[in-house]
């Protein structure tokens, strides 16, 4: 499967799933001053090898943003939120505090946490980070496309 985002003029970015056994779909991602939120789960998912979001597109599922409630991919979309509140104070929390935050907010929204640590933590971090590179080298129009 391949993830293309594609830099949007206005207040979205697009992001679109190709799979070889599926139509593509096309998702629009609202701009939120970082990467797009599924280009943090694609970080996520694919270093940390867990079900969210993303994984979920590979095994055929549609890209609704109401996708069902599982345990493991909840644990994922709390763990993508904190990359986001990262992301947006300049991607230098320390990783503790961010695994403090993770565990709150799972604890808040009544989800299991992933069994996380530090090292996991510092390693999605420098993933999302060439991924903030690259996305920042793209122009309105231009796309960054991620096998996954």
């Known amino acids: 499967m391949q993830l293309i985002f594609t830099k949007g003029a206005g207040k979205h970015d697009r992001m679109e799933v190709v799979r070889e ?6 998702v629009d991602c609202p701009k939120q001053g970082i990467i797009p939120h599924d280009m943090v789960h694609f970080a996520v998912e ?6 969210g979001f993303v994984t979920r597109l590979a095994a055929g599922e549609t890209a609704d943003v109401r996708m069902g ?4 991919s909840d644990g ?6 904190v990359f986001q509140a990262d992301g947006w104070a300049g991607w230098s929390s320390a990783p503790t505090d961010m695994l403090d935050l993770y565990r ?3 604890q ?13 933590m510092e390693a999605v971090r420098a993933c999302i980070l060439a991924l903030t590179a690259q996305w920042q080298a793209t122009g309105v129009g231009q ?5 996954f």
């Open 46 to 51: 694919s270093v940390l090898r867990r079900r």
């Open 21 to 26: 056994d599926a139509p593509n779909e096309q």
């Open 104 to 106: 709150v907010t799972c």
């Open 69 to 72: 409630a599982e345990a493991e």
């Open 76 to 81: 994922v979309e709390r763990l993508v939120e």
């Open 143 to 147: 796309s960054v496309a991620l096998a």
């Open 108 to 120: 808040a929204r009544q989800c299991e946490p992933l069994a996380v640590d530090e090292q996991d």
